[in-house]
């Protein structure tokens, strides 16, 4: 048999019946598109997610100051020389101490013994960077200033946890908490931290302000970087806080990412492979199921074409190549839909679509391979039948 005879009797049993065609089409058109749409979405969503990864983890310093019997280490305006570092986003300089760890803090001057007044939190004393040193806010309120600070004003910024267990939510009356016997105006609650979550449990205070509490030097700096300023801003940072005495000082600075991302990313593009192939896999079931029926509705036409002198292998090789153009038809269809739905989905999140070319040219030759493989035992069974026994 000619191929071009071949191929123009498969074509012409795939139009005899074309709903069934359609219907049988679009299983290896689900599969393929959902192969293309995982491992097209998961490569777009990990390209934000690793871009996220890096912004949180790799820019985050922290440089730990040990405690000093003569000057302090790090004065507190020594944050000015850091923040004049190219690539130092924000900073802010901390101070904690072990009598400022579990200080009695009562929102109110009463005292009830019916009821829980005072909850034990953490004293700190910051510079006016805090807020977005710690990536956080300020969801009420503000955060006090310079002027706060040189002045010495008994002002106090709390954490959100901690306006929670002192029932503070409201400043527009200027509520105060009761610190040490000591009134302090709450000007501001801190919340949506993204790094120091311990802040949210704690009354900051300013510098000036904190020495009451112990809180004389600063004991941690916070530095956040631009991306892939954190190595250069870590031998840097040191002698911008202490210079001549750098080298007393622990930098914490992140490890480089690379691995963990490249690992994670891996991971996910083999989930997304597995859930694709699987809808695949479906696909060809249904091809398969569909072909089997076919054959046995066209018992007669395969006995009267081998009594009028049709091979084994011609049977056969129709049979597959009816399948093949099956798989290779919602191949075409599916990759199309894929690619444009992958496109879709990255224009609507605003992400930058990621698709690698060569799995959606080759996309049509899986489908096709498919529906090749799903058209096997059909077509051998087509090839078995004896003429005799079809017509019969």
Same mark, same amino acid.
């Given at each position: 048999?000619?191929?071009?005879?071949?191929?123009? $009797? *498969?074509?012409?049993?795939?139009?005899?019946?074309?709903?069934?065609?359609?219907?049988?089409?679009?299983?290896?058109?689900?599969?393929?598109?959902?192969?293309?749409?995982?491992?097209?979405?998961?490569?777009?969503?990990?390209?934000?997610?690793?871009?996220?990864?890096? $912004?949180?983890?790799?820019?985050?310093?922290?440089v730990?100051?040990? $405690?000093?019997?003569?000057v302090?280490?790090?004065?507190?305006?020594?944050?000015?020389?850091?923040?004049?570092?190219?690539?130092?986003?924000?900073?802010?300089?901390v101070?904690?101490?072990?009598?400022?760890?579990?200080?009695?803090?009562?929102?109110n #001057?009463?005292?009830?013994?019916?009821?829980?007044t005072?909850?034990?939190?953490?004293?700190?004393?910051?510079?006016?960077?805090?807020?977005?040193? @710690?990536?956080g806010?300020?969801?009420?309120?503000?955060?006090?200033?310079?002027?706060?600070?040189?002045?010495?004003?008994?002002?106090?910024?709390?954490?959100?946890?901690?306006?929670?267990?002192?029932?503070?939510?409201?400043?527009?009356? *200027?509520? @105060?908490?009761?610190?040490?016997?000591?009134?302090?105006?709450?000007?501001?609650?801190?919340?949506?931290?993204?790094?120091?979550?311990?802040?949210?449990t704690?009354?900051?205070?300013?510098?000036?302000?904190?020495?009451?509490?112990?809180?004389?030097?600063?004991?941690?700096?916070?530095?956040?970087?631009?991306?892939?300023? *954190?190595?250069?801003?870590?031998?840097?940072?040191?002698?911008?806080?202490?210079?001549?005495?750098?080298?007393?000082?622990?930098?914490?600075?992140?490890?480089?990412?690379?691995?963990?991302?490249?690992? @994670?990313?891996?991971?996910?593009?083999?989930?997304?492979?597995?859930?694709?192939?699987?809808?695949?896999?479906?696909?060809a079931?249904?091809?398969?199921?569909?072909?089997?029926?076919?054959?046995?509705?066209?018992?007669?036409?395969?006995?009267?074409?081998?009594?009028?002198g049709?091979?084994?292998?011609h049977?056969?090789?129709?049979?597959?190549? $009816?399948?093949?153009?099956?798989?290779?038809?919602?191949?075409?269809?599916? #990759?199309?839909?894929?690619?444009?739905?992958?496109?879709?989905?990255?224009?609507?999140?605003?992400?930058?679509?990621?698709?690698?070319?060569?799995? #959606?040219? *080759? @996309?049509?030759?899986?489908?096709?391979?498919?529906?090749?493989?799903?058209?096997?035992?059909?077509?051998?069974?087509?090839?078995?039948?004896?003429?005799?026994?079809?017509?019969?």
């Open positions: 048999m000619h191929i071009r005879d071949l191929a123009g $009797e *498969a074509l012409a049993g795939l139009l005899a019946r074309p709903v069934r065609t359609a219907l049988t089409t679009l299983g290896t058109v689900l599969g393929i598109t959902t192969l293309v749409v995982t491992l097209g979405v998961a490569a777009t969503a990990g390209n934000q997610i690793v871009g996220r990864f890096d $912004e949180l983890v790799a820019t985050a310093i922290t730990e100051v040990p $405690e000093s019997e003569n302090p280490l790090v004065e507190w305006d020594a944050i000015d020389r850091l923040t004049r570092l190219r690539g130092v986003e924000s900073a802010a300089a101070a904690e101490s072990k009598d400022g760890a579990n200080v009695s803090v009562r929102a #001057a009463i005292v009830d013994p019916t009821r829980v005072a909850q034990t939190l953490t004293v700190m004393a910051a510079t006016t960077g805090l807020p977005e040193a @710690a990536r806010r300020i969801v009420r309120g503000r955060f006090y200033d310079a002027g706060h600070i040189r002045r010495g004003d008994r002002v106090a910024v709390i954490g959100d946890q901690a306006a929670k267990m002192l029932g503070i939510g409201d400043l527009d009356r *200027a509520p @105060a908490i009761f610190v040490g016997g000591h009134a302090y105006t709450v000007i501001g609650i801190l919340g949506d931290l993204r790094r120091e979550r311990n802040l949210s704690a009354v900051i205070v300013p510098p000036t302000v904190g020495r009451r509490f112990g809180l004389r030097d600063v004991t941690r700096v916070l530095v956040n970087t631009s991306l892939g300023a *954190a190595g250069l801003i870590a031998g840097q940072a040191p002698d911008a806080l202490s210079p001549g005495n750098g080298d007393m000082l622990q930098v914490i600075a992140p490890p480089s990412p690379t691995r963990a991302r490249d690992q @994670a990313q891996a991971d996910a593009n083999a989930l997304f492979l597995i859930l694709g192939l699987v809808s695949l896999v479906v696909g079931v249904g091809i398969a199921n569909v072909t089997l029926v076919t054959v046995m509705e066209r018992i007669a036409e395969i006995g009267l074409r081998r009594s009028l049709a091979a084994r292998r049977v056969a090789a129709q049979f597959l190549l $009816e399948s093949t153009l099956i798989g290779l038809a919602g191949g075409v269809i599916g #990759a199309s839909l894929g690619v444009v739905t992958v496109v879709g989905v990255s224009a609507a999140k605003q992400w930058t679509p990621l698709l690698d070319v060569r799995l #959606a040219l *080759a @996309a049509p030759v899986a489908g096709a391979v498919v529906g090749l493989l799903a058209g096997l035992y059909p077509a051998l069974r087509a090839a078995r039948m004896e003429p005799v026994d079809a017509l019969r």
